[in-house]
């Protein structure tokens, strides 16, 4: 049973570019979260989804990122016209179906630079 | 605002050494509390979690207190693999798993 997968492990872009973040959940899983770990800082929770649903974006900012997690294939974070600061590393995790004090399970992290 | 405050250390301690960790959130909702180690530009992995009664696994002892707010992790006899960054994780459990994460703990253990 593999474990979260999370591609590219690494992912340059230059300012202006946008960025494309794939998560594949564990097999079973059907909610995916999205934490970003800027340096120096903690985890911060970004978005959950379920298939094909948002069911909470309150911690993503209000431009340039969207999460998707369609019914078919990973989950996609994308960030439009990327700076500086949003380089970082972004972490997904997925558990199954909520249950209380379920275990999230991260992937290895996309760490994304922006030159 | 919800938050999880942690000392980010390092902490220094010798191997075979006991060390403990604090941490304090500020969101009374919360109900599940857990502990995260993260090594050096690697992914979270769970610990343990966190019971209002106390709990332990091997050299490891997490406790709660929910009056203050406050938990904590306990490493005995220390190994050289403990080093790495501890993260204090608290969530509310509002019909899913959103966790709010402190900065972590840096603990290097030295032979």
């Known amino acids: 049973n593999a474990g979260v997968m999370q591609n590219p492990r690494h992912l340059v872009r230059r300012r202006g570019q946008e960025a494309r973040l794939r998560c594949s959940p564990m097999?079973?899983?059907?909610?995916v979260y999205w934490y970003r770990q800027l340096p120096e800082e903690g985890l911060k929770f970004m978005v959950y989804l379920q298939k094909e649903n948002i069911i909470d974006e309150s911690g993503m900012p209000k431009e340039r990122f969207s999460a998707e997690f369609p019914k078919e294939g990973p989950s996609i974070l994308r960030i439009q016209q990327v700076v500086r600061g949003d380089s970082a590393a972004y972490f997904c995790?997925?558990?199954?179906?909520?249950?209380?004090?379920?275990?999230?399970?991260f992937g290895q992290g996309t760490r994304l630079t922006v030159v | 605002r919800k938050e999880v405050e942690q000392d980010p250390g390092p902490f220094n301690v010798p191997e075979g050494a006991t060390v403990a960790f604090n941490c304090t959130y500020s969101n009374s909702a919360s109900q599940s509390f857990f502990w995260y180690r993260q090594d050096c530009r690697k992914e979270p992995k769970l610990l343990m979690s966190?019971?209002?009664s106390g709990n332990e696994d091997g050299r490891f002892t997490a406790q709660l207190n929910r009056a203050s707010q406050y938990i904590s992790l306990l490493i005995r006899d220390s190994k050289l693999s403990d080093s790495a960054t501890y993260l204090c994780v608290a969530c509310e459990n509002s019909g899913y798993s959103t966790l709010t994460f402190g900065k972590g703990t840096m603990l290097l253990v030295s032979p």
């Open positions: 097999k079973g899983h059907s909610h």
């Open positions: 995790a997925s558990s199954p179906p909520a249950l209380k004090n379920t275990e999230a399970f």
């Open positions: 966190v019971y209002s």
